[in-house]
């Protein structure tokens, strides 16, 4: 019978709940940022739509775009290399690290799409 690491904390968390947290984080960006959610949100549709606000909201997405590929290549780093992989609480600050990172990255998107609005 194979034992798991140990852990210098009293209590374990599976890997995979940092890791589903990652995974719903990115869809949130992705459909916030390039599937036309907070361009919606902020700038409305249809005749209500602002072109101006939506280049204000371009110009966010763009800024926070390099910010979440650096929260996606945290996390595939993070279960990319076997050193890491293989220890537990390393595993677990990097997937930690990487959903702040997206926070940060939906923060920009916000905070941008906010003062994009007319």
């Known amino acids: 019978m194979q034992v798991a690491p140990s852990r210098s904390g009293d209590w374990w968390i599976s890997p995979a709940i940092p890791t589903i947290a990652n995974c719903v984080l990115a869809v949130l960006w992705l459909f916030s940022a390039l599937g036309g959610w907070g361009d919606t949100a902020f700038c409305g549709e249809g005749e209500g739509y602002d072109p101006g606000c939506g280049a204000g909201f371009q110009d966010a997405v763009r800024l926070s775009a390099p910010v979440a590929a650096l929260a996606a290549a945290i996390a595939v780093t993070a279960w990319s290399l076997p050193g890491v992989r293989r220890r537990p609480d390393r595993l677990d600050a990097l997937l930690t690290v990487a959903a ?14 906010y003062l994009a609005k007319p």
């Open 100 to 113: 702040f990172v997206w926070v940060f990255a939906e923060g920009m998107l916000f905070i941008g799409g």
